[in-house]
């Protein structure tokens, strides 16, 4: 398993912008894809955006598609979560995670989480 550590969480105010970071501890040229979820006080974890590690290529969930953007750097083993415009409803603890093809990500790596909090 690949260990992952999240940073980059904090308090902004509604339309304010946070940059999640995500360093996996060794390469993850096994991991398949790369993703961020998130889960707040009384709701079930949920899928924010994920990216293919070859090949770049990303998902979002319909409630951050414009406003949030995944993007990775192999070189420093990163993958980053920009959050741009952040909303009240976007407070929650986000979660960095990796799987390999064919696994779900409930099976694959997960870190620590780190708390967002948007004020309004």
């Known amino acids: 398993q690949v260990q992952l550590v999240e940073s980059g969480g904090g308090l902004v105010q509604a339309g304010g912008s946070l940059r999640l970071s995500c360093v996996a501890s060794?390469?993850?040229?096994?991991?398949?894809?790369m993703g961020w979820f998130r889960q707040a006080p009384g709701k079930e974890r949920e899928h924010v955006a994920s990216?293919?590690?070859?090949?770049?290529?990303?998902s979002y969930s319909d409630s951050v598609k414009g406003r949030f953007t995944i993007s990775r750097d192999k070189a420093e083993n990163t993958v980053y979560l920009q959050m741009n415009s952040l909303k009240p409803e976007d407070t929650a603890v986000y979660y960095c995670?990796?799987?390999?093809?064919?696994?779900?990500?409930?099976?694959?790596?997960w870190g620590q989480g780190t708390q967002v909090t948007v004020s309004s």
């Open positions: 990216i293919n590690w070859s090949t770049g290529s990303t």
């Open positions: 060794r390469r993850t040229f096994s991991s398949y894809a």
């Open positions: 995670a990796g799987r390999g093809a064919g696994i779900p990500w409930d099976r694959g790596s």
